[in-house]
């Protein structure tokens, strides 16, 4: 009888374990949005828009601002040629503005370089560097990367400086993968010859997609005749069309698959390619992922069943009579560590208790007035010392005065 | 040559721009001063002939081209090898790969157990120690996790118990029936026997022995599987894997680790009160956190840090509105758009801990529990944890509360406080110090593991990037994460383990994310060319033409020296 | 020569006339002094008086003045203006001290110029050294350049520096050598390149310095030289010792003289360093900022070489080349050259471009400003703009060094070819 208790053990660990949730599989906890826009002035208006409307999207399917790195090289808004100041807009009939009144742009002007966004993706930063600055994923995160701007074969121009080639951007995903940095990744971009871009990619659990072939240019959707220049790409255009009508909230079951057969020549004016090679599983797997896993922030949550009021009271009581008990044990041993020493107060058990304490501490050295006199009295000491220094030379040549 | 001297003092001239062919002039002179030709000189016939040039001035010549030329070689030269050269400082990559494969340490856990049985004969004692030790071996499928039994005798019986290194004790007291029940204060497993269990000095099987050794390994079952599931999953070499790790227990201990924060010295507890009205504005969260979560806190300090901030917002939307939430809302309950809930503040991970005062409810999938609802809303649950993000539980409170009591906060402070430790990773079964006790050894083993991969992730990454930097700061960061993984390898299931286990894992991290590691990644040669030659070319054009025409000039000189000497000899 | 006292009277006339002129930009434009002190082509950041009063403030406050990053000028200047009375409530002093100090080296220039140096050396004599302009005329031109009134207004650093040249100079050809070397460590203390002139100065020294009659050791030049860098860099031991304790760090060094071989401070200014190395790639930063300073430092040798009978040329040119080629130089940089080019009035005659480079200089000078205000105010154009115009400044100074040491080059040519004065040559 005994025995069989013993045997049983394990199993009924195992259904204990198993009861508090749903089987799951292994699934991403997190989502992250990394938005690029490499080009700034006026005429490039679409492109800040394009980034605009994505981040809109992600922030509208519940990816929250800490989880999304938002790049923009320019403000639009502000520009003095904007005929609406303090607004964005990506379509002409100017119904939603993207700027709105809670955006967050986390590297703004000529923050926007390709050393800081490998930086940012390979997380190489300065101790400096705010965590609203860092992608902060794990191995257990949903990356979605766009990009937009004006590129060339196997290059992507950042601002008018500098460009990040394809090779660059593999690389970056390959350490980012070595390092266990995400679980998946959706790299999206928009810019002429944008296949070319994730060609040399080699990472696995990646889905690329981008707008347009090699030696095919990337076309603008239409121009808002006040606005005076074109606000909105095509590709990116369709693909929030996609997202607008289709992935309404986070429920939505459309899948990326669904998302890539949405675009057509007749729509884009380019043919927008899709590679699926990296990820294990191949096309199907990849296509059967949903929007929603890269555009939005859904989470597997774990629901408490009813209360067990009388089980978190106990394991409460335990932990105070235990802490207790600890804390009965430090203060022996103070004592006897105090009676060899002397009786000096022992300041490690007060440490200990005050954990909850914020400790707040001053790095800036004050200014202080102090030393008024020292300082003109060694002011003086120097400066008479440099005269003297000066005149040593006179003393030295007698010979011509 | 000849051409260029178009006026009778051209030849004149030819002193005097061949000693300033520096660079100063290069901007203004374009054609190089070359040494006349007596030979050509002579050619330009009705030309008067230039004085030859003075022994003094061509010495003055090759002084000035030198003084050029030994700046060039002795300064700029080693400067340049110095300054462009990739700096790749020597990392032991067999070592670093050794240690991601799990060659260089086979992570046992020798867990100690000592056994109290005062009321036992010496000798009986023994031969239970001996009879449960070999029950355990046989029972034993994972040989990276080792218990091994001691006898404390009773007069050390209480210097045993404050030894740290003993993981467990049992105490054997003769009782009833056979029993065993843990000590929920400490570590401590009483097990009591009726007296004619007890076997004697000399019986070679026992069913205490037995008893025993299943309740052991049945306390440790939880703690073997997460261990055995961790080294799985980081690819350690299969023989030690246990065999028995069915594909559900796995499934539940990958949702284990799904569930449980990444490691960190420090956690950052934020809760927020966000009330769908103007009411409740306040809330005794400092007391209630005092009361009811500290005491935890307290027992976790040594494993980790926690800094606190609390917050209420009112008037917060939620992202769902319905009445009734069903299990797929929870998860866009979250208004991440609008609820400040990422405070960038200090480098520790949140963990956020929601009170929404509400009139939600939350029912379980099933029509039943909707009926429920309806009836009194007895089955419903109040809150749901988010996977390595935290807990929200909907409190419902009469319509005009201006205050959160301390009473009230009671039921939610408990379930964050259960949900903390499940968030930490503190495994389920057992009495709460050996749960932590558990915990730390799970966190050591994590931490080992992971500096261990981020060794192989760096080792990989410099043999693949061979343009990619390696300061000497990350070979420092390298060589001290393998001692302290040493260390933490010989020490593992101990204090000390977690402690090297942490720094290790911290020096690793900080060797990967070197900040001077990024830098120039694709750097072809063609654009190498681009970037010296128009600086240095338009410098380097006088510096070689000076030198070369000295060197023809020398030459002919000596050949004229030598033709004189001929001369004189057949003289 | 002439009367003494004639000469004492103008020259007092003139130095008075210099100071109520700058006296008077001071205080009837008082917002003139803060406008030139925050143009970039006066104030460099390490001759800023604005980054001056940042560290004085710091310094006063018992905080380290280079904390912060801004100031990085040498410490000694600290006391000098800590004495003076509070810059904000009694400005007057400041400028008292600036005025003295143009003055000064107006002083030092006025010496050099009366003692002819130029035209004779010790080793050359121009046959054309009667026609030079008086001390008074060349110091006059120092004193009334816009450059040299522009950064006195603007109270830029440089003037100590500039000071301190022309006095070590001035030292040197009247032979007190030991004066010389310590006004070189007073002015290499204060911005560092000046140490570069030290090859020259101590040949100038060698060829002033009144010897008894007779010949003198075959070795003599070892021990003088040698004398003369010990002296150099005990002057500098004692300064920097002075500076540490001051500041109670050797933090300085690296605040001062690290910033400038760094170049950790791209502020624009007029030099060609800042945009190119706002442009250079990370990995080559280094090696080009090796390169730029060996390019600076390599003319020393060849030039002293070449020019070795007249080593006053050799600092001439030298000056002219810093102006352009140092890592943040101003037109006080600018000024120092032009107030000693006049002092080879004799070989006026033989430079062949004036005309453009005059003209070269005047374009730069106003064309600078407005491209820096179209490319920081107005936004209409960019860094090329202003980078576009220092190129121009610096073609104007280089032509200027170019032409200046071919009409110095043509004369010692003459003298030894005297059958060719007049004639017209050309390069081959």
């Not at chain 1, 030393?371 to 009295?377: E, G, H, P, R």
């Not at chain 2, 002039?25 to 030309?47: F, G, K, R, V």
């Not at chain 3, 002819?116 to 302009?133: H, I, L, M, N, Q």
């Amino acid at each position: 009888m005994k025995l069989s208790n013993i045997i049983r053990l394990p199993a009924l660990l195992g259904a204990m374990l198993l009861s508090t949730a749903a089987v799951v599989e292994a699934e991403h906890t997190s989502n992250w949005a990394v938005l690029v826009c490499t080009s700034r002035f006026w005429f490039n208006y679409r492109h800040l828009a394009n980034v605009l409307s994505i981040y809109r999207t992600v922030k509208r399917l519940g990816i929250p601002d800490s989880q999304i790195i938002l790049m923009l090289p320019d403000d639009m808004a502000c520009n003095p040629r904007n005929a609406f100041p303090g607004t964005v807009y990506s379509n002409a009939d100017r119904a939603v503005d993207l700027y709105g009144d809670n955006i967050e742009v986390d590297y703004r002007g000529y923050e926007v370089t390709v050393e800081n966004f490998i930086r940012l993706l390979t997380d190489r930063v300065g101790e400096e560097m705010p965590r609203s600055k860092r992608l902060l994923t794990d191995d257990r995160s949903n990356i979605l990367v766009y990009m937009t701007g004006h590129g060339g074969n196997e290059f992507l121009k950042f601002q008018d400086a500098e460009e990040i080639g394809a090779f660059d951007l593999a690389d970056a995903f390959e350490q980012m993968w070595e390092k266990k940095r995400y679980h998946e990744i959706l790299f999206m971009i928009d810019t002429c010859q944008a296949n070319t871009m994730y060609s040399k990619l080699y990472s696995p659990n990646i889905i690329a997609t981008g707008s347009s072939e090699l030696d095919q240019s990337s076309y603008s959707h239409h121009a808002d005749n006040d606005i005076g220049v074109a606000v909105i790409d095509r590709y990116t255009y369709y693909n929030l069309e996609f997202l607008e009508n289709e992935v309404r909230d986070t429920s939505s079951k459309k899948t990326v698959g669904d998302l890539f057969d949405s675009y057509t020549y007749e729509k884009i004016h380019s043919n927008a390619g899709v590679r699926y090679d990296l990820f294990p599983g191949g096309a199907e797997a990849a296509r059967s992922r949903l929007v929603t896993d890269f555009f939005g922030n859904v989470q597997n949550v774990e629901v408490d069943g009813s209360k067990n009021t009388t089980l978190e009271e106990d394991m409460l009581a335990l932990s105070k009579t235990i802490a207790a008990l600890r804390k009965k044990a430090d203060e022996e041993e103070a004592i006897s560590v105090g009676k060899e020493k002397s009786n000096a107060p022992e300041p490690e058990t007060d440490m200990k208790n005050e954990t909850l304490v914020t400790h707040k501490s001053q790095f800036a050295k004050p200014l202080t007035d102090d030393n008024w006199l020292m300082k003109k009295l060694s002011a003086l000491g120097a400066v008479v010392g440099c005269a003297v220094l000066w005149q040593m030379g006179s003393w030295l040549d007698p010979a011509q005065k | 040559m000849t051409a260029r001297r178009s006026t009778d003092h051209g030849a004149a001239g030819d002193t005097l721009s061949s000693d300033t062919q520096t660079a100063t002039l290069t901007s203004t002179s374009t054609p190089m001063a070359t040494p006349l030709e007596p030979a050509t000189a002579a050619t330009s016939s009705t030309l008067e002939e230039p004085p030859p040039e003075k022994l003094s001035d061509v010495r003055r010549r090759i002084w000035v081209i030198v003084s050029f030329w030994l700046i060039v070689l002795l300064l700029g030269l080693p400067i340049w090898w110095k300054t462009t050269t990739i700096h790749r400082a020597n990392l032991p990559l067999k070592e670093m790969l050794d240690w991601a494969d799990g060659k260089a340490c086979r992570p046992v856990f020798p867990l100690r157990i000592s056994i109290q049985a005062n009321s036992l004969q010496e000798q009986e004692a023994q031969n239970l120690l001996r009879l449960t030790q070999h029950a355990l071996d046989d029972l034993n499928d994972f040989s990276g996790h080792h218990l091994r039994l001691q006898l404390s005798s009773p007069a050390a019986a209480q210097k045993q118990k404050d030894e740290p290194d003993t993981a467990l004790t049992i105490r054997l007291l003769p009782g009833e029936a056979v029993t065993a029940t843990l000590d929920p204060y400490e570590p401590v497993l009483d097990i009591t026997y009726p007296p004619n269990a007890a076997p004697s000095a000399t019986s070679a099987s026992s069913t205490l022995a037995t008893y025993v050794a299943g309740q052991l390994r049945s306390t440790f079952a939880e703690e073997q599987a997460i261990i055995s599931y961790l080294l799985s999953s980081n690819s350690i070499p299969s023989d030690y894997r246990p065999q028995g790790l069915t594909p559900e227990a796995a499934e539940s201990l990958a949702k284990r680790t799904t569930r449980s924060l990444k490691y960190a010295p420090t956690y950052h507890l934020t809760f927020s009160l966000f009330t769908s009205g103007p009411l409740p504005s306040s809330w005794d969260i400092e007391a209630a956190i005092q009361d009811y979560m500290k005491p935890v806190l307290d027992l976790l300090s040594p494993i980790h840090n926690f800094t606190i901030d609390t917050q209420v917002q009112l008037y917060a939307s939620p992202g769902v509105q319905n009445q009734v939430l069903s299990k797929d809302d929870l998860s866009s309950f979250i208004n991440a758009a609008e609820w400040p809930l990422s405070p960038s503040i200090g480098g520790a991970p949140t963990v956020n801990f929601i009170v929404f005062v509400g009139n939600q409810t939350i029912a379980l999938s099933s029509q039943q529990d909707q009926d429920a609802v309806a009836e009194g809303g007895l089955n419903t649950s109040q809150s749901w944890l988010i996977p390595q993000w935290g807990t929200v539980y909907l409190l419902s409170l009469p319509h005009d509360t201006a205050h959160v009591s301390v009473d009230a906060l009671k039921q939610p402070l408990l379930t964050f406080t259960s949900h903390l430790l499940s968030l930490t990773g503190t495994p389920n079964s057992g009495s709460l110090p050996l749960r932590l006790s558990t915990l730390s050894r799970i966190r050591s083993a994590d931490l080992l593991l992971r500096a261990s991969s981020t060794l192989g992730s760096l080792a990989r990454l410099a043999l693949a990037l061979k343009s990619i930097s390696i300061p000497s700061s990350v070979a420092d960061g390298v060589s001290k994460t393998i001692v302290h993984l040493r260390r933490a390898c010989e020490t593992l299931g101990e204090a000390e383990g977690l402690e090297h286990a942490r720094i290790a894992e911290a020096e690793a991290e900080r060797a990967f994310f070197e900040k001077s590691m990024v830098g120039q990644l694709y750097f072809p040669d063609e654009h190498k060319v681009a970037v010296y030659l128009p600086l240095l070319g338009p410098v380097a054009v006088p510096l070689v033409m000076g030198l070369l025409n000295e060197l023809k000039a020398w030459r002919k000189r000596r050949r004229e020296a030598a033709e004189k000497r001929k001369a004189k000899k057949k003289e | 020569m002439n009367g003494g006292k004639v000469t004492l009277g103008r020259t007092a006339g003139l130095y008075a006339g210099a100071a109520v002129l700058r006296l008077a930009l001071f205080t009837l434009f008082p917002g003139l002094p803060d406008l030139l002190t925050g143009r970039v082509e006066i104030s460099t950041p390490v001759t800023s008086f604005k980054r001056l009063q940042e560290g004085l403030f710091l310094y006063n406050h018992n905080v380290s003045p280079y904390d912060g990053g801004v100031y990085h000028q040498a410490p000694l200047l600290l006391p000098i203006f800590n004495l003076l009375p509070s810059f904000s409530t009694f400005p007057i002093f400041t400028y008292l001290l600036y005025i003295a100090v143009d003055i000064l080296s107006a002083d030092a220039l006025l010496r050099i110029a009366e003692s002819g140096e130029a035209g004779s050396s010790a080793r050359f004599t121009s046959p054309r050294r009667d026609k030079r302009w008086s001390g008074a005329v060349i110091a006059a031109l120092f004193l009334f350049n816009p450059f040299t009134i522009a950064t006195c207004i603007g109270r830029s650093t440089t003037v100590f520096t500039t000071c301190a040249i022309l006095h070590a100079i001035a030292n040197a050809i009247s032979g007190c050598h030991f004066h010389a070397m310590i006004a070189l460590a007073f002015a290499s203390y204060l911005s560092m390149y000046p140490l570069l002139l030290l090859p020259p100065l101590i040949l100038l020294c060698y060829d002033r310095q009144k010897q008894p009659a007779g010949p003198r050791a075959p070795d003599a030049w070892i021990k003088f030289t040698g004398t003369m860098v010990m002296d150099v860099f005990g002057a500098l031991a004692v300064l920097f010792q002075m500076s540490f304790m001051l500041t109670g760090s050797w933090e300085f060094l690296s605040s001062t003289y690290g910033v400038q071989l760094t170049l950790s401070d791209l502020t624009p200014n007029i030099g060609l360093w800042w945009y190119f190395f706002v442009e250079m790639f990370d990995s080559f930063r280094s090696f080009f900022l090796a390169v730029f300073w060996l390019h600076l430092s390599s003319y020393v040798g060849g030039l002293s070489v070449r020019l070795r009978q007249q080593p006053l040329v050799v600092i001439t040119l030298l000056l002219g080349i810093f102006a352009i080629f140092k890592p943040y130089p101003s037109i006080a940089d600018a000024s120092l050259f032009l107030g000693m080019v006049p002092l080879y009035r004799h070989v006026f005659p033989l430079l062949r471009y004036s005309f453009v480079i005059a003209a070269i200089i005047i374009y730069a000078t106003f064309l600078g400003p407005a491209f820096y205000h179209l490319w920081i105010y107005a936004g209409s154009g960019n860094a090329n703009f202003f980078y576009a115009i220092t190129l121009v400044w610096g073609l104007g100074l280089s032509l200027l060094v170019c032409d200046l040491a071919f009409a110095v080059l043509r004369d010692e040519w003459e003298v030894e070819r005297p059958e060719m004065v007049g004639k017209e040559i050309r390069q081959i």
